[in-house]
């Protein structure tokens, strides 16, 4: 694996809580060619990012490296002194981190921090030498060269300006490595789209091996050739793209393949169920063994090792071999039915405007959501898809046109509509973390619309709070729990048992699911599908994620600069868009298909 | 002390005049704004307040006489509304009245202690103000070591003490029971003579402002320059290998001093407040030992006088303040 | 039914520390030595306030035979004061006004701040803007000025001097907890409140409330200090609710001029509790802050 021209080679590398020695990170070993790209892939807490940074000899507080190698060229990166490490930094091996908003320096110019990059490491003889390489790197990026744009300060540039920059400044010394964490996370898919392919090329064109660190599966596939599966901080899985996509040798993998979002063929989403362990919980034997389908007792007995199962494949699984030859049987139609739509709307948005201190970001929309439907609204960041949510639950009252409930208009403040329509609709929100008072139990958040709405007895509010919980899949036991206590997908399903716990007819959901790792989104969406069918509820699901809609709506309403651009059944848009923007929504939203393709 | 390190500033982030000027232009007037209702205060507490000021003033024993005459020099005889507007036309064009104690226009017998105040606040400032960053920003640097755990340590048992206890310890030390006479423990500058020819009689009074303030800004300082170190663009920062020392001098302080500009303002305000008893201790003569003395005799011109002053003091601090913060944060330059 | 089961698997490490997180708040703090001290300092100055008095061997006015700043004797175990009266025993009756009015006003101060910050955030429209300019009136007072002003003008008692301190306490806390507000009325969980329709006090009181209390404890103790130091200020500046009676910082004031004699008692003793009181409310109040940053941290790694 480690052939004599990878550009860096990491050897069981070892990082721990500093003072209590559980491992964050164990067993990280693989290499990557120059020119080379190599996925890494994790949920949220697996270890990934702090692997990245462990390339670069880097911790963050609270962490220690203890073990293993990491070597690039001749150089061994962990046996470096501070100034050695400081000088290969940025250099030999550099950094791209998620977030540029916050990893650039707010109270320095652009320019001056894209030359500071170049001063440290001394490249570059003279000033002008500098920022004629400078004006090299922002043409590399697409980015205007012009010294007036180099005096920006990063607030002033967009999202996806600021991480080019980011990349600019990582390929200013022309390193050997580079290492993205998540670079994409947090743009639009457009954007996305771009900062992929400049990544693409520049490690092409300058015979750079790159570390593409992330969360989603897709964008991995689209980019790298090799990709590599973090789970509880241990590689459980190395392969080829498509191979991984395909015929998966470890059970982990293939769940978390079975969880993404097709945006061709529509197929049920398969989440699954318990969460990772953390640090200094990790059992003895395979991490995985507590949430496998097919775990053996001997699964349990000891971490089990990477076992190469063809030549550039291993997966960390007893039963690699079996589990590759599996045929995936879920790949079968999905189960989101298109019943016929009821013939009246049960909520009808006519010519609805909405805005901020004058600044209209809704223009005139008109939608209808029918009894038992469940209508996905699209759009990227800014597209105005929140507001309108806001504006439909009386949360956002800057709004005109009119909006009716069963044929009669809502007044724009939820606390000026009836008890009643507040009752009738129902919002779920974006991220689980904040829409739970921290402060308050379970059973109290629950419970809260059912006193509220009034009508039923002390003893009757109990029962009902406890039939929610299992509704959602959740113990009467954690009616008493607090919402720090439980994970994220744990949390939405409490804020879908508050939801429907008084019986709406209509329910917004805006983003449920962007919060959440890949595979419990996909439980969430199987959950909300089901409650909608079972309930007859007319639904109303906002996202991003176009590949998602397919998984739960029956129609789609594709939104852009706050008009709805397009309207229609969920496969009819996907398939043959009409629309500009659909199309180039959907080409640029990246999936497995064209990952493999 | 005070604690409103909220790090905004009060007012005016979302202005609609645009430009440095425009904000500074707004500021003022809503600190007028501010001023024009203080002195509704000040004038409201001192001279409306129910019952009569002048026999207040002069005690139970008054004659008729005297109690008139009084009533008169403070123009109580007048509507509220008449006296206060002959205040305030007063406050505009200098003419504070006159000390009912000292028998002068409040103006010069203010005037020389009004220089020895500022003398005072100018020393402990210039002092205070480099070592609270200084020790703020090297126990961040250090932090958890021996440094920030004893500076942490220090810091907060002297930011817990009132300044009177201060003062009173060190004149204890310094001037009778342990160095007995080493420094003067009593600071007889007398109004008129130039304070900065006696420094000796003012290393104390300068020592127990400094002890007052320095503590409570190193405390902010060390917070804010850690919330930058461990910030994503100083991580960042250290990952494209810039060395260490440009990490702190060109990274980490510009971003760690504009939260610290608003805490150093509300403590230059608050030496001026804090004059006030630290005047008293070493009987130095100032605006505060004034209004200490104008408030035990009851000399409620200079009462008014000092309230109005201290208040602009804040008001013109308060706006540097958010200036400065504006000046050294480009984000909030730009949004102007 | 779904055969999803997302029931913990694993509990998360910090889900115990959080729990409740204000008693969580006092439980870390009170682990940490700073605050051990500090309670045991607080715990024995209000001892000496609450049973100092049934302890004291003279009464505070007393005159019992000895001349003004007589050295520490059998009679007086720390001397005379400027005029006789038994050091010791003034001593010990000094403490409960300043504590009571401390507490009173720190009190005043929190509710009425609490009530003004809580009111400002949530509202965030014009009236926001009116509230906090209100309080920056109050704030372009030093504390002690405000007070100085009010004092010299009705004369020195208890109810004005508590007045005075709990309400130029009021704008200081209001900031705080408008600050520590402003970020949990944005949260979701407020909308989702504001969707159901709750009444705006009950949004406030059981939504946003709960949500700043370890700020509010912070604050309380650091409140408490500067109370506590005020009115020692006060009454050391010669304005005593009641300059004959006995009272720590007033005894400062008088006896200052026996510090260079032997006869220093009058000044250390009360200079003594007044700062140990300052220090370990401080220290209770640090740990405190220790304490909350902690949660907040455990919170944020989440």
Request: glycine share 8%; net charge neutral; hydrophobic share 50%.
């Amino acid at each position: 694996m480690s052939a004599p021209e990878a550009a860096i080679v990491v050897d069981d590398l070892r990082v721990v809580v500093a003072g209590t020695g559980h491992d964050i990170v164990d067993e990280v070993s693989f290499a990557i060619a120059p020119g080379e790209v190599l996925g890494l892939v994790g949920e949220s807490g697996s270890g990934k990012t702090t692997a990245a940074l462990a390339l670069l000899g880097h911790t963050r507080r609270g962490a220690r490296i203890t073990g293993g190698s990491v070597r690039i060229g001749d150089q061994q990166v962990l046996e470096l002194s501070r100034d050695q490490s400081r000088r290969l930094r940025g250099r030999v091996i550099s950094y791209v981190p998620q977030d540029p908003a916050s990893a650039l320096n707010p109270a320095l110019r652009i320019g001056t921090q894209l030359t500071e990059a170049l001063e440290v490491h001394g490249i570059g003889g003279s000033g002008d030498e500098r920022r004629a390489r400078v004006a090299e790197m922002m043409r590399e990026v697409a980015l205007p060269d012009d010294p007036a744009y180099l005096r920006r300060y990063p607030h002033e540039l967009s999202g996806g300006q600021q991480q080019r920059v980011g990349l600019a400044m990582a390929f200013a010394c022309r390193p050997r490595v580079i290492v993205l964490d998540e670079p994409t996370t947090g743009l639009d898919v457009t954007t996305q789209a771009h900062v992929l392919g400049t990544v693409r090329e520049l490690a092409a064109a300058h015979r750079v091996a790159a570390l593409y660190v992330s969360h989603d599966l897709a964008v991995v596939g689209s980019l790298a050739a090799r990709v590599a599966v973090m789970y509880a901080g241990r590689i459980v899985e190395l392969a080829p793209a498509d191979e991984l996509f395909q015929a998966a040798a470890h059970p982990y993998t293939r769940r978390l393949v079975a969880a993404v979002p097709h945006l061709e063929g529509r197929r049920d989403l398969v989440g699954i169920p318990g969460r990772a362990p953390s640090p200094g919980q990790r059992p003895g034997g395979c991490s995985f063994a507590l949430r496998c389908t097919m775990v053996q007792e001997e699964c349990t007995l000891a971490m089990p090792d990477l076992r190469v199962v063809s030549e550039a494949h291993s997966a960390r699984c007893l039963f690699a071999e079996q589990v590759r030859a599996l045929v995936d049987e879920r790949r079968g139609p999905a189960g989101v039915v298109a019943e016929p739509a009821a013939a009246d709307s049960v909520l009808a948005l006519n010519g609805v405007n909405a805005g901020y201190m004058g600044l209209t970001v809704v223009h005139d929309v008109n939608l209808g959501v029918a009894p038992r439907e469940c209508l996905a609204l699209v759009g990227e960041s800014g597209s105005g898809k929140t507001t309108l949510a806001r504006a439909i639950v009386g949360l956002h009252r800057e709004r005109s046109g009119e909006i009716l409930l069963k044929g009669r208009p809502l007044a724009r403040a939820a606390r000026s509509r009836p008890r009643d329509v507040r009752r009738s609709i129902q919002y779920v929100f974006q991220n689980p973390y904040g829409s739970l008072n921290p402060r308050r139990t379970v059973g109290q958040i629950v419970r809260q619309p059912l006193e509220l709405f009034g009508g039923r007895s002390g003893r009757e509010i109990d029962r009902r709070v406890d039939e929610m919980l299992a509704r959602v899949s959740l113990t009467a036991a954690y009616a008493s729990q607090y919402p720090d206590q439980l994970s994220g997908g744990e949390r939405q399903r409490v804020a879908i048992a508050r939801a429907l716990v008084c019986n709406p007819e209509v329910l917004v959901c805006d983003e449920v699911t962007s919060a959440l790792d890949v595979s419990v989104q996909a439980a969430i969406v199987e959950l909300l599908g089901e409650l909608q069918r079972d309930l007859g509820l007319a639904m109303l699901f906002v996202t991003h994620n176009l590949p998602l809609v397919r998984s739960i709506a029956q129609r789609v309403a594709v939104m852009s600069s706050g008009r709805i651009v397009e309207l229609g059944p969920v496969d009819r848009v996907l398939q043959e868009p009409a629309d500009d923007y659909t199309r180039r929504l959907l080409a640029d939203t990246p999936s497995l298909e064209t990952a493999t393709a | 002390m005070d604690s409103a390190q909220s790090g905004s500033p009060s007012a005016g982030f979302h202005p609609r005049l645009g430009g440095l000027a425009g904000f500074i232009v707004r500021r003022l007037l809503l600190g007028l704004l501010v001023l024009a209702i203080v002195s509704v205060v000040v004038f409201a507490a001192t001279q409306a307040l129910p019952g009569d000021p002048a026999r207040a003033i002069l005690g139970r024993s008054a004659t008729p006489d005297s109690l008139k005459a009084l009533r008169e020099q403070l123009n109580l005889n007048r509507p509220v509304l008449t006296q206060y507007g002959d205040w305030v036309k007063g406050l505009v064009t200098g003419n504070l009245g006159t000390s009912l104690a000292a028998r002068e226009p409040v103006s010069t017998y203010l005037h020389d202690r009004l220089v020895n105040s500022a003398f005072l606040v100018f020393l402990s400032a210039i002092i205070s103000i480099p070592l609270s960053i200084a020790i703020g920003a090297y126990a961040a640097l250090k932090r958890d070591r021996l440094f920030d755990s004893s500076a942490s340590i220090l810091t907060l048992l002297l930011a817990a003490l009132p300044e009177f206890v201060v003062g009173v310890t060190l004149v204890v030390l310094f001037a009778t029971t342990i160095f007995p006479h080493l420094l003067p423990g009593v600071s007889n500058i007398a109004p008129g003579t130039e304070p900065w020819t006696q420094l000796k009689e003012m290393i104390l009074p300068t020592l127990t402002l400094v002890i007052a303030v320095t503590p409570y800004v190193a405390r902010i300082m060390r917070a804010s320059m850690i919330e930058v170190l461990e910030s994503e663009y100083v991580e960042m920062a250290r990952l494209k290998g810039v060395p260490e020392r440009e990490v702190v001098v060109r990274h980490a302080l510009p971003n760690a001093l504009g939260p610290t500009f608003q805490v150093i303002a509300i403590n230059l305000a608050y030496l001026a407040g804090g004059v006030i008893v630290v005047e008293y201790v070493f009987n130095y003569a100032g605006i505060g030992g004034a209004l200490q003395n104008a408030v035990i005799t009851r000399d409620l011109p200079v009462v008014q006088a000092l309230a109005m002053l201290i208040a602009a003091v804040y008001v013109v601090l308060n706006l540097l303040a958010d200036v400065a913060t504006i000046l050294v944060t480009p984000r909030l330059r730009t949004r102007l | 039914m779904s055969t999803l089961t997302d029931a913990g698997v694993t509990p998360e490490p910090e889900a115990a520390v959080s729990r409740r997180p204000a008693g969580a708040m006092m439980r870390t703090a009170l682990r940490l030595w700073r605050t051990r001290i500090g309670v045991a300092l607080v715990a024995l100055l209000v001892l000496v306030a609450i049973l100092g008095p049934a302890i004291a061997p003279h009464g505070p006015s007393e005159y019992f035979g000895l001349a003004p700043n007589a050295p520490p004797s059998g009679k007086a175990y720390f001397g005379t004061d400027y005029i006789g009266q038994d050091v010791w025993s003034r001593f010990l009756d000094g403490g409960r006004e300043i504590l009571v009015m401390a507490v009173l006003a720190t009190a005043l101060g929190l509710v009425l701040g609490t009530a003004v910050g809580l009111t400002a955030a949530y509202a965030r429209n014009i009236l926001d803007d009116v509230l906090m300019r209100a309080m920056d009136v109050i704030l372009a007072f030093p504390q002690i000025m405000l007070a100085l002003v009010v004092v010299a003008t009705v004369g020195a008692s208890e109810t004005l001097i508590v007045l005075a301190v709990g309400l130029t306490t009021m704008p200081r806390v209001a900031r705080i907890i408008r600050g520590a507000a402003q970020a949990i009325v944005e949260r979701d969980f407020v909308a989702a409140a504001e969707a159901l329709g709750l009444p705006r006090i009950r949004i406030l009181m059981r939504e946003v409330l709960p949500n700043v209390l370890s700020p509010l404890l912070v604050e309380a103790n650091l409140r408490l200090t500067y109370s506590i130091g005020l009115i020692a200020s006060l009454a050391f500046l010669g304005l005593a609710p009641n300059p004959n009676g006995a009272d720590w910082g007033l005894m400062i004031q008088q006896n200052r001029v026996a510090l260079g004699t032997d006869q220093p008692w009058g000044v250390l003793l009360p200079m003594i509790a007044i700062a140990l009181l300052t220090i370990g409310t401080g220290l209770v109040g640090d740990g405190f802050a220790r304490a909350a940053a902690g949660i907040d941290r455990g919170r944020g790694a989440e």
